[in-house]
């Protein structure tokens, strides 16, 4: 069975770090781009950041570009998102996300999602 | 920065048919995908690539594309299908995904 764990969420103080990580298994993981998507409490949908399979290329919304990092680790099937210089409005629901298409370079589509780990940003 | 733009909520009453549209600058250079999400679960693919449907998901979804604008459908709605329906694209240059606002579907 296709499935993704996320862990790491938890409460933070603002300006401080987290790093959630995603355990994939029942797939060829390196051959998938995945992403974090995230839900504020009683809010939409909002794309994070992405990478590819190989994981020599990533990508970020505006709003985390330079304070979060995306990475992945092939050997062990592992997604990661390291987030620094946290704010209240990083306070969310992080799911991650991996691509329909395999070989993907860019994110596209995601047809399977972990049930998410709360982050909450508060002092 | 690029927005995708959903009405925020459809009513219909069960069997008939419910359209959600979902516009956006870039849709005529890139595919479209629409989840549906309910209370406190994770979203689920029903449309890929404008008008695909991942094996599981019922025939009563589909997708369609015009210009600017995408389509989901779902024909003889049931009281299952009441849910959040979100549409996702990237922007021209494939770098930046996007997710519609959000649409609240409600089965009277």
């Known amino acids: 069975e296709v499935q993704l764990l996320e862990s790491g969420g938890g409460l933070v103080q603002p300006g401080g770090s987290l790093r959630l990580s995603c355990a994939a298994s029942g797939f060829t993981f390196s051959s998938y781009a995945m992403s974090w998507v995230r839900q504020a409490p009683g809010k939409g949908l909002e794309w994070v950041s992405g990478?590819?399979?190989?994981?020599?290329?990533?990508y970020y919304a505006d709003s985390v570009k330079g304070r979060f990092t995306i990475s992945r680790d092939n050997s062990k099937n592992t997604l990661y998102l390291q987030m620094n210089s946290l704010r209240a409005e990083d306070t969310a629901v992080y799911y991650c996300?991996?691509?329909?298409?395999?070989?993907?370079?860019?994110?596209?589509?995601?047809?399977?999602w972990g049930q998410g780990t709360m982050v909450t940003v508060s002092s | 920065s690029y927005e995708l733009t959903q009405p925020p909520s459809v009513s219909v009453s069960p069997g008939q048919t419910a359209r959600i549209s979902c516009s956006g600058d870039a849709l005529p250079k890139q595919y479209s995908n629409w989840y549906h999400q309910r209370p406190g679960q994770a979203p689920v693919l029903v449309i890929y690539?404008?008008?695909e449907r991942p094996s599981g998901i019922p025939e009563r979804f589909s997708g369609s594309s015009s210009g600017t604008t995408v389509t989901l459908t779902i024909s003889g709605v049931q009281a299952e299908d009441e849910s959040d329906y979100y549409c996702?694209?990237?922007?021209?240059?494939?770098?930046?995904?996007?997710f519609g606002g959000g649409t609240r579907l409600t089965v009277l």
């Open positions: 690539k404008d008008n």
């Open positions: 990478i590819s399979g190989s994981g020599g290329s990533t």
């Open positions: 996300a991996k691509d329909h298409y395999a070989s993907s370079g860019s994110p596209e589509a995601f047809d399977i």
């Open positions: 996702q694209s990237s922007d021209s240059s494939g770098s930046y995904v996007v």
